[in-house]
C-alpha cells in the first residue's frame, strides 16, 4: 500500500510563494512519475505538473509554466512543487498522485494515476 501526504499548504497574498511537499511511503517510490493536480471549488481536478521517475523530465500545465517548479528527492521519497507569483487563480486544493505505468511520456490525465493523497488546501488573496 503506498500511502502519499502532502503539506505547504497556507493563505497567501498574490504575489507570494509557497513550497509544498508530498512525503510517499513504499520503497519503490524512486521508479515512477510523480504528478501534482489542484481541484477548485466547483471545478473539475486540472492537472498542474509532473516529473519524471529520476527527475530529468518535467512537464506543467501552461496555467503554472514558468511560475511553478516541480522536483523530488528520491532519497527522502518527497515531490515538491515550489509555487512563485500565486494569483487568486490557483486557489485550490492541491494532490500528489503516482502515475505507476513506468511510460516514458508523463501525463497530464488523472486516469493515469492510481494512489494520491489527501490534498493541502492553497488559498491566495487578492
Known amino acids: 500500500q503506498v500511502q502519499l501526504v502532502e503539506s505547504g499548504g497556507g493563505l497567501v497574498q498574490a504575489g507570494d510563494s509557497l513550497r509544498l511537499s508530498c512525503a510517499a511511503s513504499?520503497?519503490?517510490?524512486?521508479?515512477?512519475?510523480m504528478g501534482w493536480f489542484r481541484q477548485a471549488p466547483g471545478k473539475e481536478r486540472e492537472f498542474v505538473a509532473a516529473i519524471s521517475w529520476g527527475g530529468g523530465s518535467t512537464f506543467y500545465a501552461d496555467s503554472v509554466k514558468g511560475r511553478f517548479t516541480i522536483s523530488r528527492d528520491n532519497a527522502k521519497n518527497t515531490v515538491f512543487l515550489q509555487m512563485n507569483s500565486l494569483k487568486p487563480e490557483d486557489t485550490a486544493v492541491y494532490y500528489c498522485?503516482?502515475?505507476?505505468?513506468?511510460?516514458?511520456?508523463?501525463?497530464?490525465?488523472?486516469?493515469?494515476?492510481?494512489?494520491w493523497g489527501q490534498g493541502t488546501q492553497v488559498t491566495v488573496s487578492s
Open positions: 513504499g520503497r519503490t517510490f524512486r521508479s515512477y512519475t
Open positions: 498522485a503516482r502515475d505507476p505505468s513506468r511510460r516514458v511520456d508523463l501525463s497530464p490525465r488523472s486516469v493515469r494515476y492510481d494512489y
